[in-house]
């Protein structure tokens, strides 16, 4: 919507879109076009609606080409800072700032399963089930791992019950209180002899029942002391995994790519920048980012030559995406010359081939003989 007068005469994106678009005088749709069509069509609730579950049938389409072994779902939350009267924009004490709080369910490979916008004001784990639901639903007929992780606020009794009866197992931040913290005593007392550079590092396992669980869960702590600290640190995660505690702790920690994801989003596709006046505007508008951001997550993970599978979003939309051209119009085709800058022309077939060979093969017909 931002780029969209630009985007109206950039002659590859006019060939993307066809039809009048395509010929020489004429352009793509304009900034009111496009903003009719996303505020007036995408926001209306049947369509916005399914606008929301088809990052979901996207990735389902990838599994379907590339079966999954495992399934690993990271929950966590964002800002999204607001600077005009947007409806349902609130102040946030803890980010300290009027803004957006966003909900996001990530999968192992980065791809973005669901993402909810919600009010500023809203808890970092409000409306877990509407963004968890759909995604539970769409795996519960696979005999696989499945797998989850959060961090403190999503550490609810609910949650883990759910995750429980539906055979997920799951390692989940939980604070630090009295209770736990009388359990690993033995671990607060600092080591004997000279502080090492290296952190000596402990773990403790055991049962702890809150009182709002219905049963004792299992929880991992550990302990960490750093030279020249004179407190230890100090985690606890529930989980119901049957790991040793050094391995439930190094699975916990994986989550931390899901921040990463969330930074890539913000910084490549830029989907804080919600600007629309009403709630549900802007709910379309994440939507749509939420979109560009697995297309983008899908060219990196299934496209890219293993030389460059570890460029990041940003890196792949300024040495990829935005990449000069000269356009030669002949009479019945279109020829885009490209920059060698970052992409030689041997990489770039690499790329394109790959994409080519990715197309799910048409149902074979049934019922037919030769």
Not at 50 to 56: E, K, Q, R
Not at 101 to 120: C, I, K, S, T, V
């Amino acid at each position: 919507m931002n780029d969209a007068e630009r985007l109206a005469v950039d002659p590859a994106m006019r060939h993307v879109v066809g039809g009048r678009a395509a010929q020489a005088d004429k352009e793509a749709a304009s900034t009111s076009g496009v903003g009719r069509f996303e505020t007036d069509m995408l926001s209306d609730r049947c369509n916005l609606t399914a606008l929301m579950h088809l990052s979901g049938r996207w990735i389902d389409k990838i599994h379907r080409r590339q079966p999954l072994q495992e399934l690993i779902l990271d929950m966590d939350s964002f800002v999204s800072e607001t600077y005009g009267e947007q409806e349902g924009s609130a102040y946030n004490g803890h980010f300290a700032c009027t803004c957006y709080h966003p909900l996001f369910l990530f999968n192992q490979f980065g791809d973005l399963e669901y993402a909810m916008l919600r009010r500023g004001n809203h808890h970092s784990a409000k409306f877990w089930r509407r963004v968890l639901l759909p995604v539970i639903e769409r795996y519960r007929q696979m005999d696989i791992p499945k797998l989850f992780r959060g961090d403190a606020a999503f550490a609810l009794p609910k949650l883990m019950r759910l995750l429980e009866d539906e055979g997920y197992q799951y390692a989940i931040r939980i604070k630090a209180n009295a209770v736990l913290e009388r359990e690993i005593e033995h671990l607060l007392i600092r080591p004997v002899g000279r502080p090492s550079r290296k952190p000596k590092v402990f773990y403790h396992s055991f049962r702890y029942q809150a009182k709002s669980w219905q049963r004792a869960r299992r929880v991992v702590a550990k302990v960490e002391w750093h030279a020249g600290e004179l407190f230890p640190r100090i985690g606890f995660i529930v989980t119901n995994l049957a790991k040793h505690s050094k391995n439930v702790v190094r699975f916990y920690n994986g989550r931390g790519t899901a921040e990463q994801w969330i930074k890539e989003g913000k910084n490549a596709v830029k989907w804080t920048k919600l600007s629309c006046r009403t709630f549900k505007d802007n709910q379309a508008r994440l939507q749509l980012f939420a979109l560009a951001y697995n297309l983008a997550n899908f060219l990196r993970r299934l496209a890219l030559p293993k030389e460059i599978e570890h460029w990041s979003l940003t890196t792949l939309r300024e040495k990829l995406v935005k990449t000069g051209a000269k356009v030669v119009r002949h009479a019945k085709y279109v020829t885009f010359q490209l920059a060698e800058v970052a992409v030689p022309r041997r990489l770039f077939a690499a790329i394109l081939d790959r994409i080519r060979r990715l197309a799910i093969p048409p149902p074979r017909a049934v019922g037919t003989c030769d």
